[in-house]
């Protein structure tokens, strides 16, 4: 019978998915956020944040799926 890899290993990789991909944007809301307060520019660096919050984490996904599956 064929060993498997524990269901611990898969779990852990989902949950850095989707701390990744839930993480980035978040920082890039709160980062956009603060520094709209100190320079009173209010939309701008919140979509310029979120944006680059959410490429960061799709990045950070992808080079991580890759190295999990050895295509790095």
């Known amino acids: 019978m064929k060993d498997s890899t524990p269901p611990f290993r898969a779990m852990a990789l ?3 998915i989707v701390s990744q991909l839930a ?6 809301v709160y980062l956009g956020k603060w520094i709209d307060g100190q320079f009173s520019t209010e939309p701008t ?3 310029m944040g979120i944006f680059l919050g ?3 984490g799709t990045y950070g996904t992808i080079h991580l799926v890759r ?3 050895g295509d790095d």
């Open 67 to 69: 190295t999990y599956t």
């Open 14 to 16: 989902t949950s850095a």
């Open 45 to 47: 660096f919140l979509i």
């Open 54 to 56: 959410l490429g960061a």
């Open 23 to 28: 993480g980035g944007p978040l920082v890039g």
